[in-house]
């Protein structure tokens, strides 16, 4: 008995659809004309998409929207669509085309009396593997036999624009209506391509910005309208749910901030109109911050607002475009008949999403017929702007030939002018250089004769030593020798019969004159002179030594012996102030110009003199150490003084001309860069190390043999 009730009520369940829709309106197939018979189907609105199939076959509330093309608006919502089509065609089934692609969720079903069919499982959030139907487009076969009639009921969800074109019609109706319009689409892409193939080509030629930034636009309008149309999610990308259900406003936004790059780069709006260009970065970041609310906070929202901004936008490029155009920018015309006619064809295809116009051929593909009207008015003026290029180009070498002449005109000009100048400043260059080659040859002469003068006082001095000690033997020399004259003289007048009286008259003279003395004093005077004689001739030696006249060629010199005789020149200075050492090892013959060696001598220690005089004053003596050695190639100079040093300053400055830390009337400032340019000469080094308040080491390097010697000896 319970299963007897059972089958009852299924068979009612069963049954209770096909009463219930033959209360409406019957699609007789076929029509008299091929249109949408949406306003034959009812509909009903599930907003929070929870309704079961059970449910929307029992409900009553499905009414009509008496719309050829049913136009659903933009929601989150579920709609159920139902309708009975008779089949009077002899066909055994009627084929049901939807060609509308902005469909996240699609399901088709046939009310049966045994059993509901599920058709169709399509849509862009419909993953490939988990679609059920049997092309790749809403297009679905309803298996009516001929003269029979059957509920159809209709699931469908989008958080786009949702239309629902529902057409009934055949295989053959449909293969050649995708035909007519696969054709369509062909000469558009064409269209398009070609215009962006040119542009392209033209950009490599010429690095004009804007005709990249135009093929990159024409690029993204053609992948805008295949998502529009649905070639994109149908098959170019019909494996990715995430790009079929973004593609398409994801791209009209891309296709907006193209085109105004292009616009602005193309009409040069931030020279012609800077305030309303600064306006546009506003809208890129609300472009990001729409499609942010797009991808993650609700798409219904995002795809609303979408609309409303890109709406906006393309009226302000209008209007930049517009007041480009009235500032007399030939390129702005081109621009605002090709943006005219791509806004209305957007706006009709628009209107017919607002249910505003039919839904037809026409309006299905306006936007696309505007787009590549638009195309192809700016590849005319973009090639009007290859003419005005040209024409800039070659008014711009006229003027560049013009100026070039006159540059050319002033350069004559100017080089008389210039060559009478160079001629002037030469001959001034030249009066300078020999003022200053006088002055030069003056201030060397000068420290010259300031080296003389202490030269000579010190060999005065010197030599004044050993001559005092001469003039001052003289006198007794003298007396002594006038008291052996006298002596002499009494015994020479005598004559050879002297008496006894007359010699002891010279005895006592002679005693008087204490003769026995003045003998004995005698040879430590004569010894005395000598020894005067002796230092006077070694000074003079030393001296001739030191000047070393034949300074014109290279000769082999003992570098001790140079250092000892200046030290001899030097002495009476040195003796009275510091106190020398000396550390001098046996060195081999050095080629050199020895009277210039001795000069770099002479004054270093004259500087370290000077140095430990500042220092100690007249408290104490200073201390000067003087050390030689020798390796297999060089000889190596250093002296050492306790003096009061030298900044790391005054140290990278010693070498200049002129520059001196002494006291005005002290120095000339060329001592130490006269003595760099002789140790330069003989390819030799100098280096200095200096501690304020401890003191000073110079170092002087010098090769055994030069190397023009070692040459010309090879």
Not at 20 to 37: G, H, K, L, S, Y
Not at 318 to 329: C, F, N, P, Q, Y
Not at 387 to 409: M, P, V
Request: aromatic share 8%; hydrophobic share 40%; net charge negative.
């Amino acid at each position: 008995m319970q299963g007897m009730v059972r089958s009852i009520v299924q068979l009612a369940i069963m049954v209770l659809p096909v009463f219930m829709c033959r209360a409406q309106d019957t699609i007789a197939f076929p029509q008299q004309a091929e249109r949408p018979v949406g306003a034959l189907f009812q509909f009903l609105e599930d907003s929070i998409g929870s309704m079961s199939l059970k449910e929307a076959v029992h409900d009553r509330n499905y009414r009509p929207l008496e719309q050829d093309v049913p136009n659903l608006g933009t929601s989150g919502s579920v709609f159920w669509a139902r309708a009975v089509i008779k089949n009077n065609s002899e066909k055994r089934e009627v084929v049901l085309s939807l060609p509308h692609p902005e469909i996240d969720l699609l399901d088709v079903y046939i009310l049966e009396r045994s059993a509901p069919v599920h058709l169709a499982h399509v849509g862009q959030s419909v993953p490939r593997d988990q679609r059920i139907a049997s092309d790749p487009e809403f297009l679905f076969r309803l298996p009516i036999p001929s003269g029979a009639s059957l509920p159809v009921l209709l699931r469908v969800q989008s958080n786009k624009q949702l239309q629902l074109p529902l057409i009934l019609t055949t295989d053959s109706e449909f293969d050649q209506h995708r035909a007519g319009r696969n054709l369509f689409l062909g000469g558009y892409m064409g269209i398009m391509l070609v215009m962006a193939i040119y542009n392209l080509f033209v950009f490599f030629s010429f690095r004009e910005r804007s005709y990249f930034l135009y093929v990159v636009y024409i690029l993204f309008v053609c992948c805008t309208q295949l998502a529009f149309i649905g070639i994109g999610p149908f098959y170019l990308w019909a494996g990715s749910v995430w790009i079929s259900s973004k593609a398409s406003l994801i791209l009209t936004l891309l296709t907006a901030m193209a085109a105004s790059e292009f616009i602005r780069s193309f009409l040069r709006t931030k020279e012609y109109i800077p305030k309303i260009d600064g306006t546009i970065p506003y809208f890129y970041g609300l472009f990001l911050l729409n499609i942010a609310i797009y991808l993650f906070v609700s798409p219904t929202t995002g795809y609303k607002v979408a609309q409303l901004i890109s709406g906006m936008f393309a009226f302000t490029l209008l209007g930049m475009i517009i007041a480009v155009w009235r500032k007399g920018v030939r390129q702005a015309g081109f621009m605002l008949l090709a943006w005219s006619a791509f806004l209305t064809g957007t706006m009709v295809f628009v209107m017919k999403d607002m249910g505003i116009l039919p839904y037809n051929s026409i309006t299905i593909y306006t936007m696309p017929v505007g787009s590549a009207i638009e195309g192809v008015l700016l590849s005319f003026g973009l090639a009007d702007r290859i003419n005005i290029l040209r024409r800039e180009k070659e008014r711009s070498q006229a003027d560049a030939l013009r100026i070039s002449r006159e540059n050319e005109r002033i350069i004559r000009e100017q080089n008389v002018i210039l060559d009478q100048k160079v001629k002037e400043r030469t001959l001034e260059l030249q009066e300078s250089n020999e003022h200053l080659k006088r002055t030069q040859t003056q201030l060397v002469n000068a420290e010259k004769m300031a080296s003389l003068g202490q030269l000579t006082a010190g060999i005065a001095h010197e030599i004044n030593n050993p001559v005092n000690f001469i003039t001052s033997n003289i006198p007794p020399l003298r007396r002594n020798l006038d008291e052996m004259l006298q002596i002499l003289k009494a015994y020479r007048s005598m004559g050879p019969d002297a008496t006894s009286d007359q010699i002891a008259a010279i005895v006592d003279m002679a005693g008087e004159l204490d003769l026995d003395e003045s003998l004995n004093e005698l040879p430590d005077i004569i010894a005395s002179i000598e020894e005067g004689a002796d230092r006077t001739t070694e000074i003079v030696r030393g001296l001739r030594n030191f000047s070393r006249l034949d300074e014109d060629s290279l000769k082999p010199a003992d570098i001790n012996e140079g250092i000892r005789s200046t030290l001899t020149v030097l002495g009476s200075e040195l003796r009275d102030q510091v106190e020398i050492e000396l550390d001098l090892e046996p060195l081999p013959q050095v080629e050199c110009f020895p009277g210039k060696l001795n000069q770099v001598f002479m004054n270093m220690l004259n500087n370290a003199m000077q140095a430990t005089r500042q220092r100690y004053g007249g408290d104490r003596k200073g201390h000067i150490r003087v050390r030689t050695s020798a390796t297999d190639q060089e000889v190596t100079i250093r002296i050492e003084d306790d003096g009061t040093g030298m900044t790391p300053e005054v140290v990278s400055r010693i070498y200049e001309p002129f520059f001196t830390t002494k006291d005005v009337g002290e120095g000339t400032g060329l001592g130490l860069s006269i003595a760099y340019g002789i140790i330069e000469r003989h390819h030799g080094r100098i280096g200095v190390e200096s501690t304020p308040g401890v003191g000073t080491i110079f170092q002087v390097s010098l090769p055994i043999h030069q190397p023009r010697v070692a040459q010309k000896r090879a």
